[in-house]
């Protein structure tokens, strides 16, 4: 199996970006948590997995819509399960994620209770989100609306919801 890697500069960083035959795969800003963590979790799926640079255009172009403040949709990626090891809690919780709508938020308490997850399992799935973005984890919130716990940083997380709300035409104080 033959996957493209390449990078992407978007206005809260370098991202990584991954993408399959079948569509996005990664999509991860660059932690020491998460650096290396995309290909070995592709390969414990798939062990002839073939990593080459290439433009990820799927991916590019989904992102630079996304910045320009365009709510951008994007189907849920049932072929994932494919190229990662998933469980179905993962799942549940990252399909759930998809219905936050653009400019919008939610609590891990009302995602837990949403897909009958308890939260900290919770906080640990969004933790293990391939598609950041795509899969919009920055749109949890504390249970009283606090920014808390985002891979990419919460400066990052704060920069995307008010990316997000200035988009859909809330003015920020």
Request: aromatic share 10%.
């Amino acid at each position: 199996m033959r996957v493209e890697w390449n990078s992407y500069l978007s206005p809260v960083g370098t991202l990584t970006l991954v993408e399959g035959a079948d569509g996005p795969l990664v999509v991860q800003f660059p932690t020491k948590r998460t650096s290396a963590n995309w290909a070995d979790r592709l390969r414990k799926r798939n062990r002839d997995v073939t990593i080459d640079t290439g433009p990820c255009q799927q991916l590019t172009n989904w992102l630079a819509g996304y910045f320009r403040g365009g709510p951008r949709a994007f189907p849920f990626p049932e072929y994932l399960a494919d190229y990662f090891v998933l469980e179905p809690s993962q799942i549940a919780v990252w399909r759930h994620l998809r219905t936050i709508p653009f400019g919008k938020t939610c609590s891990y308490d009302d995602l837990a209770r949403a897909t009958d997850i308890p939260p900290r399992a919770v906080g640990q799935i969004l933790g293990s989100n391939p598609l950041a973005l795509l899969i919009p984890c920055h749109r949890v919130v504390g249970k009283d609306g606090g920014l808390v716990g985002y891979g990419g940083g919460l400066t990052r997380k704060r920069w995307l919801l008010n990316h997000e709300l200035r988009a859909v035409g809330v003015v920020l104080s």
